[in-house]
């Protein structure tokens, strides 16, 4: 199995700040990584597809970059509604994985 | 848009069965893979596997001798069961829409509690 790994774990930021989040895969993936916002009780929304390409009513503030093994979901102008959990995903090979994920939090 | 809602019981015993639906509403369930992922509670998500319209599955080889999905196209529903199931097994599930590179339309999802 691919390993999905997500640093950080948490991360505590102010409205307006810039939040990245890394995902490292134990092998190489190519672009094959989405990004999925969670808040608490809700399902997964899906962000990011194909490492940069920005899922359809997500907003321009949510970036992904990245290639290979290393990967970034990076928020730019931190909104109150973005405090939530961030997962990754490679969609490369079964079974698929995701991230532990990283709690984006109120400074 | 596509919505997706998953039922079925809330508690299993363990060692039973456990066993859900998910309705596809807005959409064909045609042409599409669907996708069951799980999430125990206050951890991360799992992928457990998925079926296509047409039948065909693919499981995760950790559930693999346990777990079975199934297609009704008239109906626009898959489901899944998951056998001699363990308090390991509780988790939130999921049913999704696959589109191949990521998953874009998830259903509430379901709390079920294997317990006794």
């Known amino acids: 199995d691919i390993q999905m790994t997500q640093s950080p774990s948490s991360v505590s930021a102010s409205v307006g700040d810039r939040v990245t989040i890394t995902c490292r895969a134990s092998?190489?993936?190519?672009?094959?990584v989405a990004w999925y916002q969670q808040k608490p009780g809700k399902a997964p929304k899906l962000l990011i597809f194909?490492?940069?390409s920005l899922n359809s009513g997500v907003p321009s503030r949510f970036s992904g970059g990245g290639s290979g093994t290393d990967f970034t979901l990076t928020i730019n102008s931190l909104q109150p509604e973005d405090f939530a959990t961030y997962y990754c995903?490679?969609?490369?090979?079964?079974?698929?994985?995701f991230g532990q994920g990283t709690k984006v939090e109120i400074k | 848009q596509v919505q997706l809602q998953e039922s079925g019981p809330g508690l299993v015993k363990p060692s039973e069965t456990l066993s859900l639906t998910c309705t596809v509403s807005?959409?064909?369930?045609?042409?599409?893979?669907w996708t069951w992922i799980r999430q125990p509670p206050g951890k991360g998500l799992e992928w457990v596997g998925y079926?296509?319209?047409?039948?065909?599955?693919n499981y995760n080889p950790s559930l693999k001798s346990r777990v079975s999905m199934t297609v009704d196209t008239p109906k626009n529903q898959f489901s899944l069961t998951l056998s001699s199931v363990t308090a390991a097994d509780t988790a939130v599930y999921y049913c999704?829409?696959?589109?191949?590179?990521?998953?874009?339309?998830w259903g509430q999802g379901t709390l079920v509690i294997v317990s006794s």
């Open positions: 807005g959409g064909s369930i045609n042409t599409y893979y």
């Open positions: 999704a829409r696959d589109r191949s590179v990521a998953y874009d339309s």
């Open positions: 092998q190489g993936i190519s672009s094959w």
């Open positions: 079926i296509s319209d047409s039948g065909i599955t």
């Open positions: 194909a490492s940069s």
């Open positions: 995903q490679q969609a490369t090979s079964f079974p698929r994985t």
